[in-house]
């Protein structure tokens, strides 16, 4: 059974910065593609940031520049660097891989 765990998230001021996690059981992450997605209050999921398999990495617009997705094979983990943070990038952040979702992390920027 595959499970994903979310951490990192937090309060933190504008322009701050936030390192989730997620740590994936039941499946080993190195062969998967695995996206962070998140919602905020009042609006659908979006796909935040993704990694391939193969390392490749897909941003969003409106964080690119800013987050940054990469993988510790050794550790079975994600990680996603948010720098440069703002009030719009607050919500609850959630990581994905083959149609299994973690229980998500609040991410919580003030102004």
């Known amino acids: 059974q595959v499970q994903l765990v979310e951490s990192g998230g937090g309060l933190v001021q504008t322009g701050g910065s936030l390192r989730l996690s997620c740590a994936a059981s039941g499946i080993i992450f190195r062969y998967t593609p695995v996206g962070w997605y998140r919602q905020a209050p009042g609006k659908q999921r979006e796909l935040v940031a993704s990694i391939t398999s193969d390392g490749s990495t897909d941003y969003t617009d409106s964080v690119k520049g800013r987050f940054t997705i990469s993988r510790d094979n050794a550790k079975n983990t994600v990680y996603l660097q948010m720098n440069s943070l703002k009030p719009e990038d607050t919500a609850v952040y959630y990581c994905?891989?083959?149609?299994?979702w973690g229980q998500g992390t609040q991410v919580t920027v003030s102004s």
């Open positions: 994905n891989t083959f149609n299994t």
